[in-house]
T-cell receptor, first 112, second 113 residues
Framework: AQSVSQHNHHVILSEAASLELGCNYS??????LFWYVQYPGQHLQLLLK??????LVKGIKGFEAEFIKSKFSFNLRKPSVQWSDTAEYFC??????????FGKGTRLSVIA | ETGVTQSPTHLIKTRGQQVTLRCSSQ?????VSWYQQALGQGPQFIFQ???????GRGNFPPRFSGLQFPNYSSELNVNALELDDSALYLC????????????FGSGTRLTVV
């Protein structure tokens, strides 16, 4: 079965620092990949998704992710984080009848 | 366009009781999926309903059951509650099962004591 690993449990960054959150999925073939964000007290929102084509995907709020098939990875990046980026970030991939298999999430805390 | 609404927002139940959680899908969406998010974990898929039929189920016991109504709203029922059922229950709706435009609700926080 497909599984998603997010190795960073909690990341603490200063404002303006660069961000990279890791995501690995367990097996290849055709994959669709997603990053979701959950701001405190809010619902899950889609940040970006990859279906095919350019492996560098741009999302909302200045986020981007790069699909590297050989590494089974889909890491999330942002050049300069803001305090408002404090949230929990989830990587997800569909499998069979399961709409989304989620990773355990990475909590990002941005400090002034 | 309305989003996904879930009720209630918080609930406390006693072990052994039964609970029903409700979800109103986004306008125009005919598919609803449910997830359980335990503390410190990512959401785990429970099941999905498409046009009132269950069409996918995760690794959850039969005491987790659901319904989808003609207006595409949905219920999640959990019987014989256990302490480990304490979690945030999320509902997501979409248009069809192959369209990945999921809209999530804010969830119901269930505490079993």
């Amino acid at each position: 079965a497909q599984s998603v690993s997010q190795h960073n449990h909690h990341v603490i960054l200063s404002e303006a620092a660069s961000l990279e959150l890791g995501c690995n999925y367990s097996y290849g073939g055709t994959v669709n990949l997603f990053w979701y964000v959950q701001y405190p007290g809010q619902h899950l929102q889609l940040l970006l998704k990859y279906f095919s084509g350019d492996p560098l995907v741009k999302g909302i709020k200045g986020f981007e992710a790069e699909f590297i098939k050989s590494k089974f990875s889909f890491n999330l990046r942002k050049p300069s984080v803001q305090w408002s980026d404090t949230a929990e970030y989830f990587c997800a991939v569909p499998e069979g009848n399961t709409p989304l298999v989620f990773g355990k999430g990475t909590r990002l805390s941005v400090i002034a | 366009e309305t989003g996904v609404t879930q009720s209630p927002t918080h609930l406390i139940k006693t072990r052994g009781q039964q609970v029903t959680l409700r979800c109103s899908s986004q306008s125009g969406h005919n598919t609803v999926s449910w997830y359980q998010q335990a503390l410190g974990q990512g959401p785990q898929f429970i099941f999905q309903y498409y046009r009132e039929e269950e069409n996918g189920r995760g690794n959850f016991p039969p005491r987790f059951s659901g319904l989808q109504f003609p207006n595409y709203s949905s219920e999640l029922n959990v019987n014989a509650l256990e302490l480990d059922d304490s979690a945030l229950y999320l509902c997501a709706s979409s248009q069809g099962t192959a369209n990945y435009g999921y809209t999530f609700g804010s969830g119901t926080r269930l505490t079993v004591v």
